[in-house]
């Protein structure tokens, strides 16, 4: 287990954005896995193309931009380790974090073929899903930006998100239906209007 993460940490060095991309896809997988098995109890009903589309935006979406966003955090100076930490947490969970939640349940939508649900799937998922999102980053960050080294932080918020990404597979699909019943519910008012 020593040599995997002396390897991994070398291939952190040298290939940031490769390693990461590919971490960040195996641990949405993963985490849709394990919602759909333990959470959502599918079974053999187990849906292969949810699971294919949360790796995609793992490995191609938020894998990227979370890269460049903790190269970008971690080269912003600070003459006090204190606060760089509040800076960080607060620029981290108040900036990003409110547009990455929308760009997640958009990208959803899309992937699925469903664009018209765009909209009502964030009105759905958006605010529990932010608030929870807050209470359980804005520990890990403070930890993350105070006690790990740069370039494992990414590794640090990746392990975390195997639970947070079960969350939110099961969000999604959650907000998915929420989203169309309000579409077929304006439907039917149009046709009753």
Not at 27 to 44: C, H, N, P, S
Not at 58 to 71: E, H, N, R, S, V
Not at 76 to 99: A, E
């Amino acid at each position: 287990m020593a040599s995997f993460f002396r390897a991994y940490n070398a291939l952190l060095i040298r290939r940031p954005m490769l390693t990461q991309c590919g971490t960040a896809a195996v641990l949405f997988g993963a985490g849709d896995i394990i919602a759909q098995q333990a959470v959502e109890r599918k079974g053999k009903g187990h849906d292969f193309a949810r699971t294919a589309r949360l790796t995609f935006y793992g490995g191609a979406m938020f894998g990227p931009a979370m890269t460049k966003w903790y190269q970008l955090l971690n080269r912003i100076q600070f003459k006090n380790p204190t606060k760089g930490i509040i800076y960080r947490v607060w620029l981290d969970q108040c900036v990003l974090t409110p547009g990455a939640v929308i760009v997640f349940f958009g990208s959803m939508a899309l992937l699925e073929g469903k664009p018209s649900e765009i909209v009502p799937r964030i009105g759905a998922g958006y605010v529990p899903t932010l608030l929870r999102n807050w209470a359980v980053f804005v520990p890990t960050q403070i930890i993350n930006f105070w006690l790990v080294p740069p370039h494992l932080r990414f590794g640090v918020v990746c392990v975390v998100s195997l639970f947070w990404n079960t969350y939110l597979s099961v969000a999604n699909a959650m907000a998915k239906k929420q989203a169309a019943a309000a579409i077929e519910e304006k439907q039917v008012e149009k046709i009753a209007g």
